[in-house]
């Protein structure tokens, strides 16, 4: 099987493997007490902090582990939120953030704040004037912005909003979900949020990087650990795990990212010549090296999905009939293109050049057969 | 985004449509491919109106537009709920 669905979960890279099954071990213990098991534990616990600090460009006491990169998203947006009540209660995030970002937001309104949001063009990007500017009103608190698309792969102009909110006095979010592990943390962010399953290191693992200076207070119930920015019981193995593949990754990055780059190019160049009526969506150059997007005419998107899977593609597709809701992404809504017989192609380290040529080979008689059963011809 | 659109104070109200598709109820994307196969059975520059409440339609009757280089005169919502997508046939 081929596996092109990096972008929801990137395999385990080798070296979270091997350190996840050393540290089941020797992190076992609890990293808060004081024996001599439970020191080794703490030991290395913050020396996966110290390494994480080091790879982001932070310093270890800023970096917190959390369960889930959802979980980092929610406690930075909500938490920074409470902590800059008094500058006000107006959050400005990017219309196609993650949901996790977005249902924050949500959160925040129902406690009686605003949120603004900018809406992106064509390819999914903010356009910078319009992000400064909802940025300098007068009483926002907070500002999102993803560093790259989950969906379509666009990069933010996440440097020139960081501009921005240093001149406004305005701490700003960045979720580089979909970025750490690939690309250099770009500077200027207050507040960083990240998930280890996305860059090759297990589940249940979330970096919040909070900076030094940017007034954050917990919106959850006290709680000792992760200096009372993350409640509940470390998971330490897994977090030693998360920060093995990180150093990892960004030691294979430049190489990797060219590959998959070349790759993700030979597929939005094919895909059009090779199926009639696409659109691929997304910045064709400043996106990120894996992800690339297209949306067939006429098709279902869960009709490609199913039959992808029936020949050994597994990709994921924003379209409504294949998402749990019966919306279609917001993502693709915002940008303002098509919903319905989306694909998302997200390539994983290592992935073949092989496999992306048979899926370029299967992919064109998939999407003609599908629109023939329903009555569609395409040339 | 592509959103509604009301004609502004003053201009011309939208020519009456010369067809309209009723894919009320029906997923997308059956609306889009019901338009393709009518668009071509009105006059040119004569319009064609979606009724539609599948979400998806809401931004994939503009997106095909945009697409098919047809236009998309505007959408307005129906009492009822779901939206009346108005397409001029460009050729």
Redesign the interface.
């Known amino acids: 099987m081929a596996y092109f669905d990096a972008a929801s979960t990137e395999p385990l890279h080798p070296a979270a493997r091997e350190a996840l099954i050393t540290a089941l071990d020797a992190g076992a213990a609890d990293p808060a007490r004081l024996y001599g098991a439970a020191r080794r534990s703490r030991l290395l616990l913050e020396r996966a902090r110290a390494e994480a600090a080091e790879a982001i460009g932070a310093r270890p006491d800023e970096v917190s582990f959390t369960s889930s990169g959802t979980q980092a998203v929610h406690l930075g947006v909500l938490g920074t939120l409470l902590g800059r009540r008094r500058a006000g209660r107006r959050m400005v995030t990017g219309?196609v953030e993650h949901s996790s970002v977005l249902a924050a937001g949500a959160a925040h309104e129902r406690e009686g704040g605003t949120v603004e949001v900018v809406?992106?063009g064509l390819t999914g990007r903010v356009d910078p004037a319009e992000y400064a500017a909802a940025v300098a009103v007068e009483g926002t608190a907070l500002a999102c912005l993803q560093t790259a698309n989950h969906e379509v792969g666009t990069l933010q102009p996440v440097a020139e909003a960081a501009e921005a909110c240093r001149a406004a006095g305005v701490p700003l979010l960045v979720d580089a979900a979909q970025t750490l592990g690939r690309l250099p943390v770009p500077p200027g962010w207050s507040v960083l949020a990240g998930s280890a399953h996305k860059w090759g290191g297990p589940a249940g693992v979330g970096l919040l990087v909070v900076r030094k200076g940017t007034r954050w207070r917990s919106p959850l119930p006290e709680d000792e650990r992760e200096r009372r920015r993350v409640p509940g019981f470390e998971n330490v193995p897994a977090a030693v795990a998360a920060v093995a593949a990180l150093r990892a990754r960004i030691v294979e990055a430049a190489e990797e990212n060219a590959r998959l780059s070349a790759l993700v190019d030979r597929i939005r160049a094919e895909v059009p010549r090779l199926v009639p009526?696409v659109?691929v969506v997304g910045e064709p150059v400043d996106r990120a090296p894996h992800i690339v997007t297209f949306s067939c005419?006429?098709?279902?998107g869960e009709a490609i999905l199913t039959e992808l899977d029936r020949v050994g593609f597994a990709v994921s597709s924003g379209?409504?009939?294949s998402a749990s809701t019966?919306?279609?992404s917001h993502v693709?809504?915002?940008?303002?293109?098509?919903?319905?017989?989306n694909v998302r192609v997200s390539l994983p380290r290592g992935a073949s050049g092989a496999d992306v040529d048979r899926f370029l080979s299967v992919l064109p008689g998939i999407v003609r057969r599908i629109r023939e059963s329903?009555?569609?011809r395409s040339s | 985004m592509a959103g509604m659109r009301r004609p502004e104070a003053g201009e011309a109200p939208p020519p009456a449509p010369a067809l309209t598709i009723d894919a009320l109820g029906r997923k997308c994307p059956i609306p889009i491919i019901m338009l393709a196969e009518q668009i071509n059975s009105v006059p040119l520059n004569a319009v064609v109106s979606v009724l539609a409440d599948d979400p998806a339609a809401f931004t994939d009757v503009p997106a095909w537009c945009r697409l098919k280089s047809h236009h998309h005169v505007g959408t307005h919502e129906l009492p009822q709920g779901g939206w009346a997508i108005h397409v001029r046939r460009n050729y």
Not at chain 1, 297 to 300: D, G, M, P
Not at chain 1, 332 to 341: K, P, Q, S, W, Y
């Open positions: 219309a809406g992106v009526d659109e005419l006429y098709v279902a379209s409504s009939c019966l919306r279609p693709l809504e915002a940008m303002g293109v098509l919903t319905h017989g329903v009555g569609v």
